[in-house]
């Protein structure tokens, strides 16, 4: 009988329910009323005419000053803070000419002294009341749905966590049995009607609540607090999920469909930094942008960052078909949906191709140029040096010669730290690619070269990270070429944000180092790809584990360790995670006959004269090769 009378009102319209509580405010501000005269007078008085009429006027400006003041727009589900200090402030408003006229004028036949007591008395009623709809209503809910619903935690109270729980709540698809903060002066308080548990209370919680799910809802906090967190959860058999940062939530607001799982990008790299805005827009608004690579891991998160900043027009081009389809689908969906008015043009060739390349500028006529095509697999380009040079240097200096014959105001090469006292074929080639654009830059060129430099990216086209992903999910072996390695890591838009910014920023011949933060041992990332699968590692310490870590030893060309500075000169740009580094270079004159020279040899094919003219040409080169 209980649950059919709860589920009829829970399920009533939105007006009948508005109306309901309308008539329970009405009849908790007759009942204030009585009870502030019978403190006043010690007895029930009788219901003499100015006693009725007080009624009367005091529930018609209770229910306008609510009704403006909003209190019947909220959600009568729940009782919490900002339900609180809603009524509170529209109490305080009631209190004002209610007080004046029965208490400072007087009204006679009603005692004076209800002015003040009668609104006081009221709060407290109708904060029962609406305490006791929200619990009706939960009721009611619980009975026929809790059998169906996970219970969660909320690991953080602070604003993030309580938009979280309004809209949890909001969608009653989930239980939330209270929140879990790092602040030890919150433990034990009430937030919005839930419990405030402390993190060493997490096992007991989560046992005596049989908690499935903990959502973080710490945007701000660091990744290393971050790391440290998933990681206590893990011993707990729950599942984790996590808002994205405060720079990623649409508007700052929380949704529950904000929440997702916890990816290798949330425990890795730098804490994040609000890209700065002038910087992004300064070569991209209103401007005619070409993307070279634009298929590609870092190419396609360019292209996505540029349509966001209003360019006047956005040509992609890539060699491969696949991959040019698919940003240019992504890039004109987005475009039709968000109403941008942007040209999106898909040229598909290489860079290696200079009649191409030329067309490409004459045609199009591009203001800033981003290059982003290259080969970058170490292993793959060991093996192909004769493509790789190609491409990765002569395709630049197909692009920077076409840029300077077309007055383009801006190039901006995407290199590597693997540039950086190069040991692979890949990162020579890199080099060599910089050099050509710092040589062009000191003949006084109109236009504006420069360089930015940064480690690896999770995420991207050959990443260890999707690799480690599928070897976990296969059973193992997780495979490491050495437990010593480090790398640097970024994740892929702050990557795209920076090169941008970079490149704002430039001058004409600057080599912009990134700020990847504090190198991740590879062991530690597999480690961590393996946790997030939702396995165990299989080592000595646990023998029972799900997935082996095995060691197998560097491939050709690899470092153990990465580098982003040549030396010890590089200097702080206007952006603080941006510095600059002015490096040597060899001079255009130098350097023009011995790119005639090095396209002689990929014609006649011939790799081991290619690697040594690299070596020549990059006399820190330490490659593995000795032919």
């Not at 290059?371 to 790789?388: D, R």
Request: hydrophobic share 45%.
């Amino acid at each position: 009988m209980w649950d059919r009378v709860t589920q009829t009102l829970t399920s009533a319209p939105r007006l009948l329910k508005r109306s309901l509580v309308l008539l329970s405010d009405a009849l908790s501000c007759a009942l204030a009323s009585l009870i502030a005269i019978y403190l006043r007078l010690g007895y029930v008085p009788q219901i003499t005419k100015p006693i009725a009429l007080s009624l009367i006027f005091s529930v018609a400006l209770c229910l306008l000053i609510f009704w403006i003041g909003g209190s019947y727009r909220t959600l009568f589900r729940y009782v919490g803070e900002t339900t609180v200090k809603l009524l509170s402030r529209n109490l305080l408003v009631y209190a004002i000419p209610y007080a004046i006229i029965f208490t400072y004028y007087g009204v006679p036949g009603v005692p004076r002294t209800i002015g003040l007591l009668q609104p006081a008395i009221l709060l407290l009623v109708i904060l029962a009341e609406r305490t006791l709809l929200a619990q009706i209503i939960s009721l009611s809910g619980v009975s026929t749905r809790v059998a169906d619903r996970p219970t969660v935690l909320i690991y953080g109270s602070g604003s993030a966590g309580r938009q979280l729980l309004g809209a949890l709540r909001q969608s009653r698809e989930m239980i939330v049995a209270g929140f879990v903060d790092d602040d030890l002066s919150l433990s034990g308080q009430t937030l919005d009607g839930l419990h405030v548990y402390r993190p060493a209370q997490l096992r007991d919680v989560i046992a005596k609540r049989q908690v499935s799910d903990v959502f973080l809802a710490i945007p701000s906090a660091t990744r290393k607090r971050r790391n440290e967190i998933v990681a206590a959860l893990r011993a707990h058999s729950v599942n984790v999920r996590t808002l994205p940062g405060m720079l990623d939530l649409a508007h700052g607001r929380v949704k529950v469909s904000d929440l997702r799982e916890v990816e290798t990008d949330d425990l890795l790299g730098r804490n994040r930094v609000a890209p700065n805005d002038t910087l992004l827009r300064r070569n991209i608004t209103g401007k005619r942008v070409l993307v070279t690579g634009a298929g590609g891991s870092i190419g396609s998160e360019l292209c996505r960052q540029i349509i966001d900043n209003a360019p006047a027009a956005i040509f992609l081009l890539d060699h491969s078909e696949f991959a040019l389809y698919a940003i240019h689908r992504e890039l004109t969906l987005l475009a039709t949906q968000e109403a941008l008015n942007v040209e999106i043009f898909p040229v598909l060739g290489s860079v290696a191709v200079p009649d191409l390349v030329g067309h490409v500028f004459a045609a199009h006529k591009p203001d800033v140029v981003f290059h982003a095509a290259a080969y970058k697999h170490v292993p793959l380009v060991e093996e192909n040096v004769v493509e790789a040079v190609r491409n990765n240097v002569l395709g630049t200096a197909n692009i920077a010669l076409a840029a300077l014959r077309h007055d383009v105001a801006h190039v901006v090469l995407i290199s590597t730290d693997k540039a950086v006292r190069p040991t692979s074929i890949m990162g020579t080639t890199k080099r060599l690619a910089e050099q050509i654009l710092q040589a062009l830059a000191a003949k006084d060129a109109k236009t504006c070269f420069s360089m930015v430099r940064f480690g690896n990216v999770l995420g991207s086209s050959g990443s260890v990270v999707p690799l480690f992903r599928a070897q976990a999910h296969a059973g193992g072996p997780v495979t490491i070429t050495h437990r010593e390695m480090t790398r640097y890591f970024m994740v892929i838009p702050e990557a795209a944000q920076l090169v941008i910014q970079a490149g704002a920023m430039a001058r004409g011949g600057e080599v912009f180092l990134l700020d990847m933060g504090d190198p991740v041992k590879i062991i530690d990332l597999a480690r961590s790809v393996i946790a997030l699968s939702g396995l165990t590692v299989r080592d000595a310490d646990n023998p029972e584990g799900d997935v082996e870590i095995r060691e197998v030893g560097l491939r050709p060309g690899e470092k153990l360790y990465e580098e982003l500075l040549i030396d010890t000169t590089s200097e702080p740009s206007d952006h603080p995670l941006i510095m600059k580094a002015n490096e040597s270079f060899i001079s255009w004159d130098a350097l023009n006959p011995a790119l005639e020279r090095l396209a002689a040899l990929i014609t006649a094919n011939d790799a081991p004269a290619l690697i040594a003219e690299l070596k020549r040409l990059v006399p820190e080169f330490t490659g593995y090769r000795q032919d």
